[in-house]
């Protein structure tokens, strides 16, 4: 619905422009029937998990397609990553490291493995943490690095390695938002000790639920075999201190699907990377995190840096969109380090990290966002900048 007047914004009781509203999960839907193939193969065996045909046709298939020689399913990313730091964190060791500027419940994975975040710098330009941030976070209590990528573009990963490597520290990337992307040194997937990715419906791969390591040590695969199935081999020979992480058939069909769907998908959301980028270009004040192009990437997430020239706070901004139905996001805010904690953590001093949370918004994207939803959106900005004064008079008490 156009709006005209400021009276015709939904904060001000005007009719919503997004009826059904417009969200920043991905939520691929692939074909049905490819879907139903797929289930039917484990319907048809009668083994619906504990390692079925199609969990371990998804662990072929991803560990071909991240160039990496393992890939072990899990029931969700979560505790994926907890168990690969739990095999591999240093003994004896108290603290992980990891950024602040990430995933809103990243930080609890430490508080699974009794150890204690140590929260790391980003880049001012690329949000991500770096060789050198990650060195200053070290020290002798480090039992292993948590490096988690960025949304838009990935971080140094060969860098990040090195450092770890270096210092005698597992490296365990949280890969969630750039299964698709490569960097100079290859494809990620490949690199460190492991990389965790998730299948949640939000995520480029949907597999309703779920998520998978890659990792080139066998030894480290076949131990996280053991721990996703409660740690036994066998019926009831027990090695390892295991819980049920295991990824069940129907997860793992609808994985496969949004797979054999995957290259379309990226033609899809580059379509809608460059809808809004074009758009965008016409409003100062909001500038689009750009793809890095010269490698491989998703296009998915969209995100926009509010600059001094657009006139209303990030707050106000969020709460006309949401009233129009626009599930943006302040994207990372707050950093982990400022948010309350329930369990240890050494606090933190991360002015850059700081300012960045302030700054950003993570627009609608993914398989049900439109072209036609991304220009409506583009003029809701349009209208807002144009109409700043009025709202915001129209708002004071
Ligand atoms: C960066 C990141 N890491 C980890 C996770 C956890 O993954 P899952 O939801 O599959 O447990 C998420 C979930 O959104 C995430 O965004």
Redesign the pocket.
């Known amino acids: 619905m156009e709006k005209r007047d400021i009276g015709d914004l939904a904060i001000f009781n005007g009719p919503r422009a997004f009826l059904t509203p417009i969200s920043t999960s991905n939520l691929p839907q692939p074909d049905i029937d490819n879907f139903l193939a797929y289930s039917r193969k484990f319907y048809e065996a009668k083994h619906y998990t504990n390692n079925g045909p199609n969990v371990r046709l998804l662990e072929s298939r991803l560990a071909q397609f991240h160039q990496a020689k393992h890939c072990i399913a899990f029931a969700?990313?979560?505790w994926a990553?907890v168990l690969t730091l739990k095999a591999l964190a240093l003994p004896g060791k108290t603290e992980i490291v990891i950024p602040s500027l990430?995933?809103r419940r990243?930080a609890d994975i430490t508080a699974w493995l009794r150890l204690v975040p140590r929260f790391c710098e980003v880049d001012e330009h690329t949000l991500s943490i770096t060789a050198e941030t990650v060195t200053n976070c070290i020290n002798d209590q480090t039992a292993a690095i948590l490096a988690?990528h960025p949304i838009v573009n990935c971080c140094d990963a060969e860098a990040i390695a090195s450092v770890g490597l270096r210092a005698g520290i597992p490296t365990v990337f949280?890969s969630?938002?750039s299964v698709y992307e490569s960097v100079a040194g290859g494809k990620i997937g490949s690199f460190g000790n492991a990389e965790c990715f998730?299948?949640?419906a939000?995520k480029l791969v949907n597999g309703f639920?779920g998520?998978y390591v890659t990792t080139n040590d066998g030894d480290l695969a076949r131990r996280l075999m053991h721990m996703r199935g409660f740690g036994f081999i066998g019926q009831d020979t027990i090695v390892e201190l295991g819980l049920n992480a295991k990824l069940c058939e129907p997860h793992a069909c609808m994985a496969l699907a949004c797979l054999d769907d995957l290259e379309d998908q990226v033609i899809r959301n580059r379509m809608r990377y460059y809808r809004y980028r074009d758009s965008l270009q016409k409003i100062p004040g909001l500038r689009l995190l750009e793809f890095d192009e010269s490698n491989r990437t998703s296009y998915k997430n969209i995100v926009v840096e509010i600059t001094a020239a657009w006139p209303l706070s990030r707050k106000l901004t969020l709460e006309i969109l949401h009233a129009e139905g626009v599930l943006a996001r302040p994207y990372y805010s707050p950093p982990l380090h400022k948010k309350n904690m329930s369990y240890p953590y050494i606090p933190a001093e991360l002015p850059v990290t700081e300012q960045l949370a302030d700054k950003f918004l993570l627009l609608p994207c993914g398989h049900f966002v439109t072209t036609e939803d991304i220009d409506r959106l583009c003029d809701l900005f349009v209208f807002m900048q144009d109409n700043a004064n009025g709202i915001m008079e129209q708002l004071q008490p």
């Open positions: 969700n990313g979560f990553i990430t995933y990243l988690a949280d969630v938002e998730s299948l949640h939000s639920e998520g």
